[in-house]
């Protein structure tokens, strides 16, 4: 709903963070296991009354669960591309080096 007007400005920092996590090798998926545990805080926070720490594990389950985790995606499969990419090279110069042996 607010995304399109939050996304310009959280865009940058969330790109950061979510280099900082894949260095990690932190995955995707783990990522979005914490940001669920940290939204399901909200309800008994809400229950007793803390609305400003409600908002933030709001606020931080949205964050990680949505931008960090496509950032964090994006990253994942550059990278698998490249390895298959350069696994499929060393395959072209084996078969190469093959036939010619043949």
Known sequence: MLDRFTM???HPPLRWV???LHACHITPDQVTLAA???GMLALPLLAFEHYGWALLAIVLNRI???KAY???ATLSAAQHA???SAA???MKATSS????VA
């Open 18 to 20: 979510a280099r900082a």
């Open 82 to 84: 490249e390895s298959s």
């Open 97 to 100: 080096v093959s036939v010619a």
């Open 8 to 10: 310009p400005l959280t």
């Open 64 to 66: 990680g669960d949505g």
């Open 88 to 90: 499929n090279q060393a």
């Open 36 to 38: 669920f545990l940290i």
């Open 70 to 72: 496509a950032d964090m």
